[in-house]
């Protein structure tokens, strides 16, 4: 099993790519705002955000059409680091909200638990760590689009919900992939997206530094995935 360049590389730009939006969607957010509050239409901040989003998206289909042969999922202490870690942060975060947070922040504290003791215990199937991180990010998905839907403009979320949307699919498809029932290029598709969109999710005041290491962790994720070239 070897790895080949194209994943790797196409993971990096993606997070490179993420992060450049990140710091035009902050400028956006902060300078690009009328006497009402409202974002300016088609402002070149904004055009520049969804132009590097494109790039994105053609760096995942790369993977995608690249359909390798055998995909191993390799993990690592890293990433499930980054994934405790992360999970430990959105329980926090959830716990004092509405009732599908409460549940968000419970199926959070269970995949953290799990996380660290795959640190210990190296024989957990993969599955196992990710069937609660699913019900955690589909619960997010449920929690924050309550909050989200009283925004008047979807430019300033749509980012954060496309971030948590790639990232469950990227968890589906490794679970898929760590029981023999998917081949893997949805999951370095999805995967890249995940990364992009969680990097440039950073402007989410409250959830910043969560999308941050969501991002790094999916990061580890392929950096760590060997597929046949």
């Not at 955000?49 to 059409?65: E, P, T, Y």
């Not at 003791?117 to 589909?138: Q, R």
């Not at 023999?180 to 969680?198: I, Q, Y």
Request: hydrophobic share 60%; net charge positive.
């Amino acid at each position: 099993m070897k790895k080949s360049i194209l994943l790797p590389g196409a993971a990096f730009g993606c997070a490179f790519l993420g992060l450049i939006t990140w710091a035009l969607r902050w400028r956006l957010l902060t300078t690009a705002v009328d006497e009402k509050g409202l974002l300016a239409a088609g402002h070149p901040l904004g055009v520049a955000s969804w132009i590097l989003a494109g790039v994105a998206v053609l760096l995942a289909v790369l993977c995608f059409r690249k359909e390798p042969k055998t995909v191993s999922l390799a993990g690592g202490t890293v990433s499930g680091v980054l994934r405790a870690v992360a999970m430990i942060m959105a329980c926090v975060l959830f716990w004092n909200s509405d009732f599908l947070g409460k549940a968000a922040a419970l199926a959070a504290a269970v995949t953290a638990a799990v996380s660290l003791g795959s640190l210990v215990i190296k024989k957990i199937p993969a599955a196992v760590l990710d069937i609660p991180m699913l019900v955690f990010f589909l619960l997010c998905l449920l929690s924050r689009y309550q909050v989200w839907s009283a925004e008047p403009e979807i430019q300033r979320y749509c980012f954060s919900l496309l971030a948590l949307v790639f990232l469950m699919m990227a968890t589906y498809q490794r679970s898929a992939v760590s029981l023999g029932m998917a081949k893997g290029r949805m999951l370095l598709c999805s995967g890249c997206l995940g990364v992009f969109f969680a990097f440039a999710a950073v402007t989410d005041r409250g959830f910043a530094v969560l999308f941050l290491v969501l991002g790094a962790w999916m990061l580890t994720e392929l950096a760590s995935v060997n597929t046949e070239a």
